[in-house]
């Protein structure tokens, strides 16, 4: 159970909807369900916000089945499974568990897009079509947790009309999310006309020196801008995760 | 100008304190200041919602000093030094620039600080005792934009109770700054426990295979963890830059 | 002929159930069997305790063929061959070998597994599902040299109550082997939490800038706890290797 | 308080040199104490058999003694202090903290060293004249942790006859401290040799593509022997650490 | 004697100036004048139109004064050494070198400076005002090898209207040298912007992950924009060299 | 419409071939062409004097299909696409796009190629055989933006002579392109020769320590030779990109 | 014609069985062949007493073809042909070039092997069986060049005593090739036993932090021992080379 | 005691000047000679013909006092002293050991330099005059073992008929000792034109991407050309040393 199903709960027990001992059985689930290859952490939703999402990378078909069906057995509506190839997946929909692939995205989906209730909306800038892969893995995500999200792409500093011309989404969006192989340049250029957080995300597309996107992240590690932060190379999702917290958050109680 | 002074000037305004001509004469300024030696970035402020900060390394004195007076001329009434020695300091008092220099973060600033105004408070954590003056960087930093920020140092993994004796204000806290040498394992368990997000500065403190910093940033950059975006070694005040960013958001018009 | 089938011997002749003749015949072997394309160590397990084991990689199915043969020929009852992909495997059993094949472990052993008599337990313990591989390798070898060990996986440093709910199985075990890829953090927690030795085991599991294990191999080297020492990435075997040897361990003669 | 002191009281109210009431009021100290710069680790003792160790660099003077009165006041009779130049021990005992300095050792010890006893012998190796610094600080560790060390120095393995006439102690010794820099290989020969751990040490002796001591380091997490793991480059400390866990271990329950 | 005094003398000797003679006896040098510690190779002006330049690192300053004297009298009538520290300069002119010493490049100038003469005129922009001293040595070699040089400085990508307000300078220079540190994207949106070569200079500005210089490096490398290509880190020298070639270039030959 | 095209136009115009209207006409494009998932940069040729080309990699062929259609309607008679697999050429002849393709340069040409019409010759020189692959990339990329070019394989430094036999075609070359994987020091002996820039491409021939390319790439950028500057690790297409407008610059206007 | 051929036919013609004629006839050959993907360095031999080897890699079948055609043509005996894969030798086998293949080795021979003729013995030996096939590429190449060869394997250092048992051979060979994987320890011991030369070849045998070889190699260029010169990761040819030159060594004239 | 020493008691015992008693009191001396700092094998010059040199770096004056002393005590005529800083040379002459200092090589030298006797003279080329401290450590621990030297310096492979004027010292060279930075290529181009081995000695001689001599390092060891091996970075030492192993190799026994 993440933040936006505790708070419709919630809400349907205010209305009346449900009782309060329907509440009660929905948050009593063991906090860790041990499958032996792995322990779902049932009261990360509650905790941070945000459900476990599933990284698929090394993990069996028949693992994710079981994480799958122990996130809902403990009342999760929906999951994300990341670093899913289509073989897997195909395994996967073998096995019985319902999901929509995404392939570009290399994701899937199980259970319903929540709607979108963030502060804002998420820009998602690429410097090239070849960024396209990382980009729909960070839109999925980010729409997996709720938000409203723009994409703009190929606007890499080559040809910085093309960037310029799209200003007044870059100054209206509550965060941006920067992705760009090569050099890594965009999240500079983008953090010195923005007035929002930027997000960049390097990505593995280049050769030879490039190194698989090194280049790109020591670019970004380096921007001569302020209001930049990175993640890991071509962690679309990582992006999206950060992004979605920023475009949730709302002004806290002071006296910590 | 920066956003807390053309807010000021606009409410002056407002309430009749300055004329309409006042404030045409607070914005005409050129928008860059050509030194020769540097182009200062006068709209910025308007731009970007902060003034253009100086970093003090690679520049002499009198460079400075030429900067922190043409900003003044253009109506800045603050300024961050960052990356400034002792000894630069020194030079800079004797050429007559006002400023207050804090040692331990290496950086001084001219001018009052302003009142804080973000949404919440930043709270600054970090793993050793010897991460204090990356943590002073962030901290001066952000106090100089206008953030409310709270400490809590040394609570490293190797005691994971001395952290986890500070739940409560990790889950207070409108955005985390983490700071951590040697290995940099400190982000991934904090963001963990919040629900807010976490910005991650790897320090260059360690020695053999930290290489400088390497190993933390690593660390940061594939934390197992979500929630989590890193800055450039050492870079306290990049981290407090975005966390400021991030602090001081408001929702946002949706039709872009 | 190892440390186990040793004592073995010893105490049948100690009973009566062997001759000295029969213990001068089990010794009487070649020091080195010389293959031309290997020089098996036959004294490596009276010297050190433990049997020569069979690096699989770049060697052929023939080639580990006739090593087996010459470590039998020689007394030995048991072997472990390691980096044994399973296509290989099939082609030992083809040429007549007479082997168990561990898939996910990558590993085989021809014999039967010794009774295990260490002091204590082996706790091996990993940050993540897509970790097994390595720890099965390590499970594998440390029952082949005669240990008792108990697994906890997916308790990685993201969700700490998973690794704090398993602190009497830290406190208790003899010696930790903990397993990780990604940022590595997990030895750093534990060893804050146990008395005994860790291992550390970093693993390839993660993408980008993990570099193939290299991100959590410099985390383990740098980590803020004490009572760690590491081993290869992905090197399951080394880890339960020593750890093997540290849970044999025998109060030793004083006036070296 | 570490495992020493605790079994001496305990020993003592057993014998009936201590009440009860006094055990208790050994105890009865917070958690942790907080410094502000520094959260002292008053359980450390009770939860892992050491106290907490204070690592030197990047500390203040007068941040250490702060460390070293608050550890004093609760309960802990010695410290080690460890990276600590001349300079910064002269400073230290101007502020009247009593400590012993050894300078080779970069380190300082308050209080009186501990009987040695452990269940056998630590032997410390180093490869070459030059590594003697890294051996001192693991020497001085070992020791001030209740352990006997047999040193051998300048055993490198380009004259191997040299380190062969030391048989004797390697098949003696309870455990192994290997240090080598340049290419790093003693570790790998005393290893074939020895039937007990062996903990190697990379140091930054070398020039060139010894890259401060990663071409030692890589040798030995590369070994071909086995029963060898590796600490960080020049870290003395941490072999006699893990050393000394090895030295200490008493079998324990096996009903985990 | 270089391409500059060559075409002079031609020309004397066709308008009557000079004699046949007079051109036998400037070109009757030996092609090596062999100093011991230097072969000074006096035919390099005749081969590739550019005298041999000084590079004064790891020389001493006897070493290099025999040199400038060996070039001297081999006709060459200026010299320029690189590298050269203020303390070498001052020995330099102790041991009679007459020089002019420019200490922000780290150069100097033996003999009068030439008139430019290229084909247009080579624009030298940096990203901010640290780059200075690598602009400088640029300066000062594109100057001694007769060429116009027009510089931009602090133009970096951060404030983009900075360099977007120098386009008419980019499009009508002859070749761009565009020199940046930290994420050292200014070339690409330079080259996407000029119909001219971009030559490239990485420079060691920058901290922590910069890694001193590398970042910027591997940033050109891998640039996104065409028509740009790279020295090395920091080497003002090598790129005005190359620039001045460019804008020197005559239309050749076609029948090779 | 790149600037061959535009000359040829105006010319046209000029010449009473086409109307003051149809100039307009062929103008009349939008500057960028907007498909989603690229932004076409019409105005690319007119700004640098060369369209875009089209970075094969990581596109699908249908987006590349799309780029060279919205290409065409542009204006833009030819295409140039770089980085294309054979398979991915043969799905672009079958969605209808006409393209020559050139498997060993790995690359494509919309259209017909132009005239030759630079200052001079582009010399291209591999050190080895295995280099021609990158050659050939360079070269298609230099016929097709107009230039005259002409090959020397396999001269690289090992036998000299072979390299020198060609000394009348370097002193010839208005810009050089040199080739070389393994050490890369082709381009330090050639532009020792040269009086003309010298491009070094670096190539990822060799194995072991050459890692892909990176020995030659440090190789050619600390080259001891002046003139020389670099590309990416087999980037053929970025020299030539560069060699060629070198080959065309035209003396500039001085007043800038 | 190499070395040995030369010497072969002026002793023919010394001893009357060939004229001075047919000596002209077969030094009369260009000095290269222009095969234009190549150009044949037939003086080779005559400068340097080797003719030039072919390096397979990145050649296609026909080009081998031509060179070897090339080289026959210009009265060379027999080739020498590295890194050739199987399939491709079996192309040249259908393109009627008439070879011996050694798999293990990747390399070919067209034309007999010499009889040996150096000064000794040079001795390969390797620490594990998986680096059987370098040591074979230099053994073919050794054999090929005119020389004896012994082999001993698997004489890893971690059971020093299988090397210590081959001392005799170490003292008695003319020059020595170590080849090692892991942290490629072997060369370091065995020149502190030999008197002669060692030439040292890293393998990339190993998995993890040997990066494919580079901790091998690092331990080779950092050895403890003298008497060791390095060749590049898994060139066994190199080795073999360089020991060859090494192994027919005549003292020569001291005047130069 | 060395090979020249050994040699020359055996001819005066076989010439009557000494008696076979003497002989054998000179060898008899402790194989090790234990100062618990070091271990000096007085058998090393018995067993590889050349004594044990002395690593100055790391190790205190007085340590190096006692091991010169323990040398000549067991017999040894002569030492020598590598990387021995000015300040500690005069240590050493304080403590009254008799050196000679070579602060360029920074080497000492104690006891008289012997004859020359090896096979062929070796020929030391350097790149640049600011290589010539490596070439210096070369020549003297040359001269040190026995050899006549050559050297011809500042002959890089920009000027490439510098190097070419020097071919016939090259074609008379038993062994060539070939010192550069930067790039590194002056070895390929002489093992091109020489019929000896050449050792390749890269130096930390550069800037930027050198990075301290590893494009050296890299560049000599991916040569293009046959004939060369490689030693550490500025490791002179290394390189005599085995290139005086070359020049008094003798034709040794074949039946091994």
New interface residues.
Partial sequence: MD?IDLERIARAVAEGDLTPADLIEHLRVE??SDL????V?N??GV????S??I?G???TPS?IAGIVAAMRDAGQRRALIT?LDAEKASSLQVLGVDIAYHERARAAVSGPLPDADG???I?VLT??????AVADEAVLTARFLGN?V?CV??????????L??HA??IS????IIAIAG????LP??V???????V?AV?T????????????????????????????????G???A??AS??NH??????D?
């Avoid at 792409?153 to 093309?162: F, K, L, N, Y």
């Avoid at 953090?191 to 957080?197: D, M």
């Avoid at 958050?249 to 002071?254: D, S, W």
């Fill in positions: 933040a906090s860790v032996g290859y792995a322990q952490d009261e990360r905790r941070t916000g945000v476990e999402i990284y990378e090394g993990k693992q670093r502060n804002g909306e820009l410097a090239g079509t070849s960024d396209l409203r723009t792409h190929d606007v890499g500093v080559a040809g910085i009309h093309r310029l011309s007044r989404q209206h969006a509550q965060v090569m050099e890594g340049a500079s250029v953090a010195g006309l923005a007035s929002c957080p997000i390097p593995s597309v280049g050769y030879g020196a490039s190194f698989g996107g090194i280049a790109a992240l020591l670019g970004m590690l380096n921007s001569c801008s302020s209001g930049i932060s990175v993640v890991n190379i071509d962690n999702f990582g992006a995760y950060q917290l920023i958050l709302k002004a806290r109680e002071h910590i």
